[in-house]
């Protein structure tokens, strides 16, 4: 049977979705400040460009995935609201964790931690955004938590600039009980404190019924299994088709403040105080953007809006690709507020897809699977695909601009062939969900 299928009211709503975007920015924060911190932790740690790209990618992916099954099935059953309070307790105190670290396997440790602690947002976040929002407006809705990601890597760039020219000017700090701490380190306890703190706020998120087909069904694990196999190929073309996309945003991202140093002579502070900005507006408006267009697509009758939002972004993201090969800077900036933008435009509507083809007890899961496809494939390989061409390919600092553009558009390509393989699968997918409700006693 299905539960309460009554929406909380619109200001509760966005409440919620407002308490989940600032625990989304605070995510990516602590996830993204360490690209701009490479020049200082490369020093003081004495590693190189492959070594720093596994703490900014594998290291965090690999148990952010892992996690992330086991904690979809739990936000698919249990509290989501606990759940999320227990990530972010988790991952804040690691990252003060990556702030004490003195060598580099203290800081590999402490990324694995932040990993594990933020492996449980986004699976229960999405969960309570679907059972908030009715479907006709449920794409914008995710698309404004997913802001997190921009308005979060610009705040760690434009933030992490203002504090790094700060701390430099002030030199290392001598605080009680840790005794010397250098500016990067004071960075991440002071983030991890801030994290904490905001455990308090998630007490505001009142925990929605469960609605739509499969709201209130127990589905074992094996049925999970079954329902994914059905519909595998548009699972396959919708998960690594976003995944190219992720691989191509998280390979180039993690490299551009590096790519700015190296290549035009911005200082770090320059970087996140103008990078930081545009990530914010570009890559704000483009996700938002994504998530209306794919609304009013869908009520003009497209039943696979999310997907060709998709395709769309990565046509439009792979032109913009030119960039990495500008030299003069406002022409160089233009392109590079269109690229963002357009780089960030899929990334509500690729979970936003997910919930309209997924039975309610199965979207924690399913959600799972496709973050953790595309955070291993992205981030754990992004990064370090481009510091491998850089290393080994031009064994040459200075060619970190051609790394970042041969990586993105290759994989580019691979995004736009797949997600074009996937529409008419994802529509069938849609079908299949209205057939399986049918045989549970809930017809769509």
Not at 127 to 151: H, Q
Not at 294 to 316: E, P, Q, T, W
């Amino acid at each position: 049977m299905h539960e309460n299928n009554s929406y909380p009211s619109p200001k509760r709503a966005w409440l919620t979705v407002g308490i989940l975007l600032i625990a989304y920015v605070l995510s990516f924060i602590d996830r993204q400040i360490l690209n701009l911190l490479v020049g200082p932790i490369r020093h003081d740690l004495q590693i190189s460009d492959t070594e720093m790209s596994l703490l900014m990618g594998l290291s965090f992916a690999v148990f952010y995935t892992v996690a992330g099954i086991p904690l979809g099935r739990i936000a698919d059953s249990k509290s989501r609201r606990g759940l999320i309070a227990g990530g972010v307790a988790v991952w804040s105190l690691m990252t003060a964790f990556c702030g004490l670290a003195q060598q580099y396997w203290h800081f590999i440790i402490g990324r694995i931690g932040v990993g594990a602690g933020e492996a449980a947002l986004s699976p229960a976040a999405y969960s309570l955004i679907a059972d908030s929002f009715p479907a006709n407006r449920r794409a914008t809705a995710i698309s404004v938590y997913a802001m997190g990601i921009y308005l979060g890597a610009g705040a760690a760039f434009l933030l992490g600039g203002l504090v790094v020219t700060w701390a430099n000017a002030q030199g290392p700090m001598v605080l009680p009980v840790l005794g010397e701490v250098r500016p990067w380190q004071l960075i991440f306890l002071v983030l991890g404190a801030i994290g904490l703190m905001f455990c308090l706020v998630l007490l505001a998120i009142k925990e929605p019924s469960r609605k739509g087909i499969g709201a209130g069904v127990a589905v074992p694990l094996k049925d999970v299994g079954r329902y994914l196999l059905g519909i595998r190929k548009a699972v396959l073309c919708h998960n690594f088709g976003f995944a190219c996309l992720s691989f191509a945003s998280y390979g180039a991202s993690a490299w551009i403040p590096t790519f700015f140093i190296r290549n035009h002579g911005l200082t770090p502070g320059e970087v996140g105080i103008y990078y930081g900005s545009l990530v914010m507006v570009a890559g704000s408006l483009g996700i938002v953007f994504g998530g209306r267009l794919a609304d009013f697509l869908a009520h003009h009758g497209y039943r696979d809006a999310n997907m060709r939002v998709g395709l769309l972004s990565a046509i439009l993201t792979l032109l913009c690709n030119v960039v990495y090969l500008v030299d003069n800077m406002p022409l160089l900036w233009t392109i590079m507020f269109f690229n963002v933008f357009t780089v960030a435009m899929p990334f509500g509507v690729a979970p936003a897809a997910i919930q309209e083809v997924m039975p309610n007890a199965m979207r924690g899961q399913a959600s799972a699977i496709y973050l953790f496809t595309i955070t291993l494939i992205g981030l754990g390989i992004g990064p370090t695909a481009v510091a491998l061409f850089t290393d080994y390919v031009f064994q040459d600092d200075m060619a970190i601009r051609y790394s970042i553009f041969i990586v993105a558009s290759v994989i580019t390509l691979g995004a736009i062939i797949l997600l074009a393989m996937g529409l008419k699968p994802y529509r069938e997918a849609r079908d299949t969900l209205t057939r399986w409700g049918e045989q549970q006693g809930q017809p769509g």
